[in-house]
């Protein structure tokens, strides 16, 4: 059973930046996908980026450029460096893992409890 634990979120102005870390209980992790997911009130849940074992990484259109995904498999934690942040980018953001990628939500069996990140105008 691989255990997530998500830290790294708060309130920062439109502008300003937030890195997200999920830390993982396994050291088999290092050879998961791992994904940050993020949902806003009322909406459906969204990949926003995710990292492959071998460290291929794949990004939402809307964060491109702004977001940065990394893994350190030493610490069996991946964060999530998230610049230039817009109120549009408000929710809670998940971690989640899985053998291999996808971008389905419903195929990683495994989940963090959550951060909430709040970016005010």
């Known amino acids: 059973q691989v255990q997530l634990v998500e830290s790294g979120g708060g309130l920062v102005q439109a502008g300003g930046s937030l890195r997200l870390s999920c830390a993982a209980s396994?050291?088999?992790?290092?050879?998961?996908?791992i994904a940050w997911y993020r949902q806003a009130p009322g909406k459906q849940r969204e990949l926003a980026a995710a990292?492959?074992?071998?460290?291929?990484?794949n990004y939402a259109n809307s964060v491109k450029g702004r977001f940065t995904i990394s893994r350190d498999n030493a610490k069996n934690t991946v964060y999530l460096q998230m610049n230039s942040l817009k109120p549009e980018d408000t929710a809670v953001y998940y971690c989640?893992?899985?053998?291999?990628?996808?971008?389905?939500?419903?195929?990683?069996?495994?989940w963090g409890q959550g951060t909430q990140v709040t970016v005010s105008s």
């Open positions: 989640a893992a899985r053998g291999s990628f996808s971008s389905r939500a419903l195929e990683y069996p495994y």
């Open positions: 396994e050291s088999i992790f290092k050879v998961y996908t």
């Open positions: 990292i492959t074992g071998g460290g291929i990484t």
